[in-house]
Nanobody, 117 residues
Framework: QVQLVESGGGLVQAGGSLRLSCAAS???????MGWSRQAPGNQRQPVAW??????????DSVKDRFVITRDNGDSGKNTVHLQMNDLKAEDTAVYYC?????????WGKGTLVTVSS
């Protein structure tokens, strides 16, 4: 079982920046990590993904503004970050961290990002 804890959400004005972080419990081997988001009234959508060796993929609407990084850590802790720049009102959503391990996807509880226009 992998537990994920997100941090870094909040209220920001359009054009501003936020950095989300997600730490996985324990020191288990984790393959990919990433972020999805769910805006009010919408389904959860993928935002960004990063493999264990640092290969990344970002959704088209964010790829020029968001950066995903990952720290596997000398101690074995798995942490993923999402640097979000030039935020827009349409980025408002609950952001969920996820981790993939041996075919199972684990989810965090989410952190709310609100962008005021």
């Amino acid at each position: 079982q992998v537990q994920l804890v997100e941090s870094g959400g909040g209220l920001v004005q359009a054009g501003g920046s936020l950095r989300l972080s997600c730490a996985a419990s324990g020191r288990d081997y984790i393959e990919a990590m990433g972020w999805s988001r769910q805006a009010p009234g919408n389904q959860r959508q993928p935002v960004a993904w990063i493999s264990r060796v640092g290969r990344t993929s970002l959704e088209d609407s964010v790829k020029d503004r968001f950066v995903i990084t990952r720290d596997n850590g000398d101690s074995g802790k798995n942490t993923v970050h999402l640097q979000m720049n030039d935020l827009k009102a349409e980025d408002t959503a609950v952001y969920y961290c996820y981790a993939e391990r041996y075919g199972v996807t684990y989810w965090g509880k989410g952190t709310l990002v609100t962008v005021s226009s």
